[in-house]
């Protein structure tokens, strides 16, 4: 068997979710390669070849690949996909906009988002936003799968593969990118953060996170929302935290002002420690934190962020 | 144009799943079943470029049971014109429904196919990007704004940094995002008006596409639950016990 793994990046720095991706694939077993694209000064390529356990990296350096464009990005991996058992990718926006393209061209039928591998055909996933985790086996020859990265551990960067150039991509002239307005942050990002403080309709306005950054710059932590913070435009939509924006699992998850919708809970039940700040005794938030504390956010954010020194 | 709008019926949002007692999937029986939240963001974008004269023709599709005829009429009462059924097994896989809406875009020949980005059952994410790849046709997914030109539009997409925006080209797909649009509620006599728009019903085996499942579902169990922890008095408290006692801080 041989796995093939697209890495995911942003901004010159391999995304840590392509470490999980390749740990999942370790457990499914086989050569690992690992396919780099858009990587115009190679770092990504690299990094991506000092992941132990991976045999090869392939750097894809066509300038049509440059933007990760599905339209011609799928083409380049069912060119590949011959030589592959598996062919994986984190299930980040990057794999979940290419992945399918590519398994509807192999004619294969994609598994979404696995936190489990039981074996080379055999996956668990959850579905109902994490409400019930569903066990499936593929007759697929080629299997198409993105991985959740907090479900799987990170492999560790002891390795040294060999990088190989490929040059072997077309654009389809189908679409074109335009630009990125990205949001640009000192703070750790929020997938692979240690520690993340969330927001939610309770903060009642955008400029009151502002206290939450507060806090987020003294513990090293990144900042989150719920969908009802995004949807009442307190914050952008990549602060999203639940079933329909990021998947997170840190050491320490704040909710602050968070009700604990099931969609939100989904994003954030796996975290290790949970703290729920909320002045409603009854919000369901409460039955999934380790440590809650009914107050009122406003009197209890400044003085968490007292206390913290 | 036409613009053509899949739409899938699915368990309620707001309902609680509950997974049957002999692990072989959710319970589906008696629950209150309604419009993926997602397709109804793409039913109402259709409305909004009909109503700004960049679309003539809204044909909603569903695959599926008889009772997806139902959710043909959601779509219908918000303001499609036309309903398409397709009648279907309940657990037809993503890639069978890409084949099958690819049957309907050869018959119809919409300009634009508007689709949720996923569906809050499966929570798969594949059916808009699949049917882009058997058509050959562009993708735009995960979009908050679309703006259409001819043969092109510029659809902005919501991705893991921020914003990314890209043109495409007409025809495309776009799977749609949360904060495209908040969706319209169907009006009374809209929903009256809705019974008596046409709705044509074909069977999934005379279109010619195999449907048949490639994923055989094994189990399908509940997650773990996780305790309740306690509750700490004041903020003194909480700081204590995450550096003492959880040594997370």
């Known amino acids: 068997m041989s796995i093939l793994i697209l890495c995911d990046h942003e901004n010159g720095q391999l995304h840590s979710t392509t470490l999980n991706t390749v740990s999942a694939a370790k457990q499914i077993g086989g050569n690992i390669h690992l396919l780099v694209v858009g ?43 011959a030589g592959y058992s598996h062919i994986m990718a984190p299930a980040n926006t990057t794999g979940k906009n290419v992945m399918p393209r590519l398994a509807a061209l192999l004619d294969v039928m994609q598994i979404s988002d696995i936190i489990k591998v039981i074996d080379a055909d055999k996956f668990q996933r959850p579905i109902y936003a994490g409400n019930a985790l569903s066990t499936v086996s593929s007759s697929d020859t080629t ?124 994003g954030m039940k796996d975290s290790k420690v949970i703290v729920a700040i909320n002045k409603d005794e009854e919000a369901p938030i409460f039955q999934v934190a380790d440590y809650g504390l009914v107050s009122d956010l406003f009197d209890a954010v400044p003085e968490l962020e007292k206390e913290l020194g | 144009m036409k613009v053509l709008v899949p739409v899938k019926r699915v368990i309620d949002y707001n309902v609680k799943v509950r997974v049957k007692a002999d692990q072989s999937g959710v319970e589906l029986a008696n629950v209150k079943m309604a419009m993926n939240p997602f397709d109804e963001i793409a039913v109402e974008q259709a409305l909004r470029l009909k109503e ?18 139902e ?69 735009g997914t995960f979009v908050s704004g679309l703006e259409i030109t001819g043969e092109k ?75 309740a922890g306690v509750k700490v008095a004041n903020v003194k408290e909480l700081v204590s016990k995450l550096k003492d006692e959880a040594k997370v801080i």
């Open chain 2, 52 to 69: 700004a004269g960049k679309a003539e023709e809204i044909i909603a599709v569903s695959i599926g049971p008889t009772q997806n005829q």
């Open chain 2, 153 to 227: 539009a510029i659809v902005i997409r919501e991705v893991d940094g921020g914003l990314e925006h890209i043109e495409i080209t007409m025809p495309a797909i776009v799977t749609v995002d949360l904060r495209l649009n908040e969706p319209r509620y169907a009006s009374l006599p809209n929903i009256m008006k809705a019974k008596k728009k046409p709705l044509d019903s074909q069977n999934a085996t005379d279109l010619g596409v195999d449907i048949a499942p490639r994923l055989t579902i094994l189990k399908v169990e509940e997650p773990e639950t996780r305790a």
């Open chain 1, 143 to 266: 299997k198409v799968i993105t991985v959740r990265g907090t479900a799987f551990e990170a492999a560790e960067e002891n390795g040294s593969a060999a990088i190989e150039t490929l040059d072997s991509a077309e654009d389809a002239g189908l679409s074109i990118y335009m630009k990125s307005e990205l949001s640009s942050s000192e703070r750790p990002e929020l997938t692979s953060a240690p520690i993340v403080i969330s927001g939610g309709r309770g903060m009642q306005d955008g400029a009151n996170f502002a206290m939450l950054e507060k806090i987020a710059d003294k513990l090293g932590a990144a900042v989150g929302a719920s969908r009802a913070a995004v949807d009442a435009g307190f914050v952008p939509n990549d602060y999203q935290v639940g079933q329909t924006g990021k998947v997170v699992a840190p050491d320490l998850y704040v909710a602050v002002g968070i009700s604990g919708a099931i969609q939100h809970l989904a």
């Open chain 1, 39 to 81: 990587d115009p000064s190679g770092k990504v390529a690299k990094a991506a070849a000092s992941i132990g356990g991976v045999e090869k990296v392939l750097a894809a350096t066509n300038k049509a690949l440059e933007n990760k464009l599905a339209e011609n990005l799928a083409p380049l991996l069912k060119s590949l996909a």
């Open chain 2, 71 to 139: 959710t043909i009429r959601t779509a219908l009462a918000m303001g499609a014109d036309r309903g398409i059924h397709i009648e279907a097994p309940q657990d037809i896989e993503p890639l069978a429904v890409a084949k099958l809406l690819k049957a309907v875009v050869v018959q119809e020949n919409p300009g634009l196919v508007l689709v949720g980005k996923q569906a809050i059952d499966d929570d798969c994410n594949q059916t808009g990007q699949m049917l882009a790849a058997l058509l050959g046709w562009s993708q």
